[in-house]
């Protein structure tokens, strides 16, 4: 298993717990009917805490300068197809709202966090996922 791919496994795990994380806190701000400046705070704390997690365990940063024309191939691939799959699915949720709520009603606020975590999410798993494929692909060529 080369850099790429363990790179791919970590973003993967990292990101997935870290959703589940964010949802069940956002879940609960839901049920509390969660209003004013202390539950901000509370939110951007544990949302700070989670992103500095991610970057102390993510290895992005080193991994660009080690990776080999090949590997490089695949990683910005993989960035294509991660940012293509997410805007389609970001059109299609937001069409899906516009549809299911109508033009002149109004959605709730939850909606869009929902929205933005779905996002994050799909385009990490596209893109740790096209990584692994691809890289398995190329192994099975050799």
């Known amino acids: ?8 496994w970590i973003n993967l795990i990292f990101t997935t717990v870290i959703v ?13 009917k969660a209003q004013g400046l202390g539950h901000i705070l509370i939110l ?13 365990f993510s290895r992005k940063k080193r991994l660009k300068g080690g990776l080999d024309e090949r590997e490089r191939k695949i990683y910005v691939g993989a960035v294509v197809w991660s940012h293509g799959i997410t805007m389609l699915v970001l059109v299609c949720f937001c069409l899906i709202g516009f549809y299911v709520a109508g033009a002149g ?4 606020a939850y909606f869009l966090v929902i929205i933005l975590l ?25």
């Open 118 to 142: 779905s996002c994050i999410y799909i385009s990490q798993f596209v893109h740790s996922s096209m990584i692994l494929m691809r890289c398995m692909l190329d192994e099975e060529d050799e």
């Open 1 to 8: 298993m080369n850099k790429l791919q363990k790179s791919a």
């Open 44 to 56: 951007l704390i544990s949302c700070s805490f989670a992103i500095l997690l991610s970057t102390v």
């Open 20 to 32: 589940i994380g964010a949802g069940l806190g956002f879940w609960i701000l839901v049920r509390v």
């Open 105 to 108: 009603n109004d959605i709730p």
